[in-house]
């Protein structure tokens, strides 16, 4: 019986893959083409829809099927962290889903748990268009979306227009990501951010405080110690406030990287997320864009996917190394196979996210991971991924 069930989950995630991957891997082979935001949007307009409508007959059978094919149960994979229950340590990072309009139904992906954001207090155009590059080669993207979200007020309507259960009672566990506002002094920037989350707070699981993006001028000054800790100070004091986690740049200096997981621990923070957008071109400084001609050296912008893997990797090491094994490392930056999760996993991240990896691998890659992960436990003998965190145990293929 459990044979035949693995059978036709397969068989099913093949079918998605395949439909996949004939009408947006066309799109996503080449730079040129369609205009990756335009397609981004096009994609969240039609899921934040099902969303909204995922008790209508039609909808809801839809979507029973989708998870039928891309979910996979496997107690091995749940984890409690930070009082949360993860049913398994895949999740998608923030900056894709940036108003939260399909919150709803982002476990019938398979993933585990979802980070919606960024969210700011003012609604904010982002950046002028284009802002998001792909580079399709390299199974990569460079991003200057500069924070474009319909404001917290926004947000909150439109999580409560999804009906969804109350925290600690979902599918999957939702995180929101907030950053600060562009027109807000980085003196107001507590304030800022507190705004946001006492209005959000209720809605989140957890919430993650982002200083690290490099489209919002000035942002990233926030990660320096002085800064961060009076920022975490200001929001922890808030009624209600959710498991706080920051989410850090893969440029740090290793003194920067250290001191922040000293004041992780010191703070109460609930974790630590490693890493966002690179402004770092890791090779790739001569690289054109099509779109303007211009090289990722003269280009602004964070760059994501495949070539920040090995950056992510070494930030994450040096926080586990400084934070010792307590604090929970979200990793995320580049993951995109079972290997590449597993190496993260191994290295101190209880859980793992992905975005621009999952944008070129497709549906079929969430499940991909669990098998994998799960093949692993297998491999190594451990009856539970809590015992791979951390251990350094290699990719056995």
């Not at 979306?145 to 309507?157: K, L, P, T």
Request: net charge neutral.
């Amino acid at each position: 019986m459990k044979g035949a069930m693995v059978s036709a989950q397969q068989e099913g995630v093949s079918g998605t893959g395949a439909l996949y991957s004939r009408f947006v891997g066309p799109l996503l082979a080449s730079d040129e083409g369609a205009d990756a935001e335009q397609l981004s949007q096009l994609t969240l307009t039609a899921l934040g829809q099902a969303s909204l409508r995922r008790d209508w007959p039609l909808v809801s059978g839809a979507l029973a099927g989708l998870g039928a094919e891309l979910q996979r149960q496997d107690p091995r994979l749940e984890q409690t962290l930070f009082g949360c229950r993860f049913p398994n340590p895949v999740g998608l990072a923030a900056g894709f889903d940036k108003n939260a309009v399909a919150a709803g139904i982002w476990h019938l992906f398979g993933f585990g748990f979802a980070e919606v954001g960024t969210i700011t207090w003012h609604a904010q155009p982002g950046n002028p268009r284009p802002r998001l590059f792909r580079l399709a080669a390299e199974r990569a993207a460079l991003n200057r979306m500069g924070f474009n979200n319909g404001g917290a007020q926004a947000a909150r309507r439109t999580l409560e227009r999804q009906r969804l259960a109350p925290p600690g009672q979902r599918p999957a566990v939702l995180g929101i990501n907030l950053g600060k506002s562009k027109v807000t002094s980085l003196d107001l920037a507590p304030d800022d951010y507190a705004s946001s989350l006492e209005l959000l707070a209720p809605l989140a699981d957890y919430a993650v405080v982002n200083v690290s993006s490099p489209n919002t001028p000035g942002l990233r000054e926030l990660q320096e110690d002085v800064q961060l800790r009076r920022l975490v100070e200001r929001l922890r004091r808030l009624p209600g406030c959710p498991p706080l986690l920051v989410k850090i740049a893969p440029d740090l200096e290793d003194d920067a990287i250290d001191a922040i997981a000293r004041l992780a621990y010191e703070e109460g923070l609930a974790g630590v997320i490693a890493v966002n957008t690179s402004l770092n071109r890791l090779g790739l400084e001569q690289r054109r864009l099509a779109q303007t001609g211009r090289t990722l050296a003269e280009e602004a912008g964070g760059l994501s996917g495949a070539p920040i893997r090995r950056r992510a990797l070494e930030v994450l090491r040096r926080l586990r190394a400084t934070a010792g094994p307590a604090l929970p490392l979200i990793g995320v930056g580049g993951i995109d196979s079972a290997e590449a999760a597993w190496e993260r996993i191994a290295a101190g991240a209880s859980l793992v996210q992905l975005y621009t990896g999952w944008i070129y691998g497709g549906p079929e890659l969430v499940p991909s991971i669990l098998e994998g992960l799960g093949r692993q436990l297998d491999r190594h003998g451990l009856v539970h991924i809590g015992q791979a965190v951390g251990s350094g145990l290699p990719w056995i293929a």
